[in-house]
């Protein structure tokens, strides 16, 4: 009797002993997405809304013709909005086009969806479907002039990372132009991810609600 009492005692010692260590990596994992990553984190997401492209699984974009033309488009209204320096207007007799590097637009690629040397590969193998909405040339893609569209921003109020690694993300979006501070429900997930040495995320998935304005 007093063998089986033993028992029974070393079972919940060791099943206490497993619950704590599991509470204290969950606590870990929560402890590590502080106020501050998670504000890295919205303006991680921001890149994204910005450009329009707010509701999309990237594994659904890539396997597409038309997924391939917003992530081109992706690329290209990034570096529009965040770096305009790396673009060139260019004046013709009928249309306005702005020419961007392919090495540029490659470079936000692997920043943001971890999709390295992209245009290279997969897109450059299909020019009859991107015309006439943007013109590979050599080394460079050419896009029709484009007025910027409202902001939008994403705030990550809450992280926490899943069982495969990758971190769930959600927030709200928000609108600086409007003076508008909280407008759709969003959710996303991406991996960590290293770019130039640095740790950021790679975007899998990101979700928000039909526009509250």
């Known amino acids: 009797m007093s063998r089986n009492r033993s028992i029974v005692e070393k079972f919940f010692r060791y099943t206490a002993i497993g619950l704590t260590a599991a509470a204290v990596m969950h606590a870990?994992?929560?402890?590590?997405f502080n106020s501050e990553t998670m504000?890295?984190?919205g303006v991680f997401l921001s890149n994204f809304t910005e450009t329009g492209l707010r509701n999309?699984?990237?594994?659904?974009?890539?396997?597409?013709?038309?997924?391939?033309?917003?992530?081109?488009?992706?690329?290209?209204?990034?570096?529009?909005?965040?770096t305009p320096a790396k673009y060139i207007s260019e004046a013709q007799e009928y249309y306005n086009?702005?020419?961007?590097?392919?090495?540029?637009?490659?470079?936000?690629?692997?920043?943001?969806?971890?999709?390295d040397g992209f245009l290279s590969s997969r897109a450059r193998q299909q020019d009859e479907f991107i015309l006439p909405d943007y013109i590979n040339t050599l080394n460079?893609?050419?896009?029709?002039?484009?007025?910027?569209?409202?902001?939008?921003?994403?705030?990550?109020?809450?992280?926490?990372?899943?069982d495969d690694g990758t971190v769930l993300m959600k927030g709200r979006t928000y609108y600086p132009d409007l003076n508008i501070s909280s407008g759709s429900?969003?959710?996303?997930?991406?991996?960590?991810?290293?770019?130039?040495?640095?740790?950021?995320?790679?975007?899998?998935?990101?979700?928000?609600?039909?526009?509250?304005?």
Request: charge should be negative.
């Open 28 to 32: 870990s994992y929560a402890a590590e």
């Open 39 to 41: 504000k890295k984190m």
């Open 56 to 82: 999309f699984n990237l594994s659904e974009l890539t396997g597409t013709d038309q997924g391939i033309q917003q992530i081109v488009m992706f690329a290209y209204n990034h570096i529009r909005i965040n």
């Open 97 to 115: 086009l702005n020419r961007v590097s392919e090495k540029d637009l490659n470079a936000v690629l692997q920043r943001y969806m971890d999709l």
């Open 140 to 162: 460079t893609w050419e896009f029709p002039d484009q007025v910027p569209d409202l902001a939008e921003y994403v705030e990550v109020t809450s992280a926490s990372r899943q």
């Open 185 to 213: 429900k969003c959710e996303a997930v991406a991996k960590p991810h290293k770019y130039q040495n640095k740790d950021t995320w790679a975007i899998i998935s990101l979700h928000c609600e039909p526009y509250q304005i």
